[in-house]
């Protein structure tokens, strides 16, 4: 088992930055790989961003690239996502997950490839 608690979330102004975070506890971190994912009222669940377990490999939603940034610190057993000029749109609750590393092959991408979950986190950006 792997217990995730997601912090950093708030109210943001449009072009403002939130840095999100992902403690893991229960087993050992960097045997994970990691996701992001948001959802907003009355829509499905969307990937964010996703990182291995080593931390070296990662990948983006379109939605993501250039503004935000997915990393973690496997000593210290956290993911971070760094997410810079938010837009309204970006408004929704932001999930962080695990799955052991390499039950999928690549990064997984879908929410269905994780086992793990976070209780999410809720970013508001105003405009």
């Known amino acids: 088992q792997v217990q995730l608690v997601e912090s950093g979330g708030g109210l943001v102004q449009a072009g403002g930055s939130l840095r999100l975070s992902c403690a893991a506890s229960?087993?050992?971190?960097?045997?994970?790989?990691m996701g992001w994912f948001r959802q907003a009222p009355g829509k499905d669940r969307e990937f964010v961003a996703a990182?291995?377990?080593?931390?070296?490999?990662?990948y983006y939603a379109d939605r993501a690239k250039g503004r935000f940034t997915i990393s973690r610190d496997n000593a210290k057993n956290t993911g971070n996502l760094q997410m810079n000029s938010l837009k309204p749109e970006d408004t929704a609750v932001y999930y962080c997950?695990?799955?052991?590393?390499?039950?999928?092959?690549?990064?997984?991408?879908?929410?269905?490839?994780?086992?793990?979950w976070g209780q999410g986190t809720q970013v508001t950006v105003s405009s």
């Open positions: 229960g087993r050992t971190f960097s045997r994970y790989d």
């Open positions: 997950a695990a799955v052991r590393t390499g039950v999928v092959d690549g990064i997984p991408i879908w929410h269905y490839e994780y086992d793990y």
């Open positions: 990182i291995d377990g080593s931390g070296l490999s990662t």
